[in-house]
C-alpha cells in the first residue's frame, strides 16, 4: 500500500532533505583527485552526526551489514559501492549516493561528481542521467500515472544512446527509506498490468535513474554489495526524493528555496564546522 503524506508531513521532511543537499553540497566543495572512497564518507558522516541525524545507509541488512553512511561508486560501479581505501583519480566519474534521517524522516539523493579532466562520454553520461532525473519531475506536474514518467524517461535515454539500468528502480519513501510503492525507471508488462500508481498530492519518492554507456547489464561484487556494469563501461546515478503537493512537486532534496531555509543549512554547517 502507498503511503500518502500530509502536506505537514511532507514539510517535515524538508528538514532531513535540506540536510542531505547540505551533504552533497559538502562532497562537491572538497571531492579531488588524491583523497579517498573514505575520506568523503567521513565528513558525510561527521555533519550528519554534528546534526543529529541518523545516516540511514549504514547497518542496512545483507549478508554484510552495509558499513558506511554513504554509497560512492567510480565509473563502471553503478550503485552500492564501498568507501575505502580507494583513491578517486583524475577524469573518474563519481557517484555519492547517501541519504538520512530526522526527526523520524527520510531525505535521500545521489549526485553523480565528475573529477578533473573527465573524458566526452563521461560528461554527456552525467548530463543525460541528470536531465532523466528533471526530465521525470517536469512530467510529474501533468501525468496521471507514473508509466507515464517513466516511459519519457526510457525514451530520453536510449535517444541517447544509453542504457536504463533495469536491475534497481527508486522507491517510495517517509518514516522508512524504502516504502511502496517501487519507482521504475523504465516501463514493463508486469508494471503496465498490476504495478502502476497514481500522481497524486501525499504522494512521496525517490526517482533515481541509473543509466550505463553500454548494456543494461550489471553484476554484483565479492563484497555482496557493489554492483557493476557487465561490460566495463561506465554508468551514472542521480536521485532526489520528491513530493506531491496540490500546487505540483517538490524537490525535498533540492537546495534552499527560503531564508529560513537557508538559514537552516547555514546552522547545519556551523555545527560541522564548530565540532570539526
Not at 74 to 87: A, F, S
Not at 212 to 217: E, F, P, Q, Y
Not at 236 to 253: F, I, Y
Request: with cysteine; hydrophobic share 35%; glycine share 8%.
Amino acid at each position: 500500500m502507498v503511503s500518502l503524506k500530509s502536506e505537514k508531513d511532507i514539510w517535515r521532511m524538508r528538514k532531513a532533505g535540506l540536510l542531505t543537499w547540505s551533504a552533497h553540497e559538502l562532497i562537491r566543495k572538497i571531492i579531488r583527485a588524491g583523497m579517498t572512497t573514505r575520506e568523503l564518507d567521513t565528513e558525510v558522516e561527521n555533519l550528519f552526526k554534528r546534526n543529529l541525524a541518523v545516516g540511514m545507509f549504514k547497518g542496512v541488512p545483507g549478508r554484510v551489514p552495509y558499513p558506511n553512511v554513504t554509497c560512492i561508486s567510480i565509473n563502471e560501479q553503478v550503485v552500492h559501492g564501498i568507501p575505502g581505501d580507494r583513491v578517486i583519480q583524475d577524469g573518474d566519474l563519481v557517484s555519492v549516493d547517501l541519504g538520512c534521517k530526522i526527526d523520524g524522516w527520510c531525505g535521500d539523493s545521489a549526485y553523480s561528481s565528475l573529477v578533473g579532466n573527465v573524458s566526452p562520454e563521461a560528461t554527456k553520461l552525467v548530463k543525460v542521467t541528470r536531465e532523466t532525473l528533471y526530465l521525470a519531475i517536469e512530467k510529474l506536474k501533468t501525468a496521471r500515472y507514473w508509466s507515464e514518467v517513466a516511459r519519457e524517461m526510457q525514451k530520453h535515454v536510449r535517444e541517447n544512446g544509453f542504457s536504463v539500468v533495469e536491475s534497481f528502480v527508486g522507491h517510495g519513501i517517509g518514516r522508512n527509506m524504502h516504502e511502496a510503492p517501487q519507482v521504475p525507471n523504465f516501463v514493463y508488462e508486469e508494471f503496465l498490468r498490476s504495478e502502476d500508481f497514481q500522481i497524486k498530492p501525499g504522494l512521496v519518492i525517490a526517482i533515481e535513474p541509473m543509466v550505463n554507456l553500454g548494456g543494461k547489464r550489471v553484476k554484483q561484487l565479492s563484497d555482496y554489495w557493489t554492483i557493476v556494469t557487465s561490460d566495463g563501461k561506465l554508468s551514472a546515478h542521480e536521485e532526489h526524493t520528491v513530493a506531491m503537493l496540490s500546487t505540483g512537486p517538490l524537490v525535498l532534496t533540492g537546495p534552499p528555496e527560503t531564508e529560513e531555509e537557508r538559514e537552516m543549512v547555514d546552522v547545519f554547517f556551523d555545527r560541522y564546522e564548530h565540532n570539526k
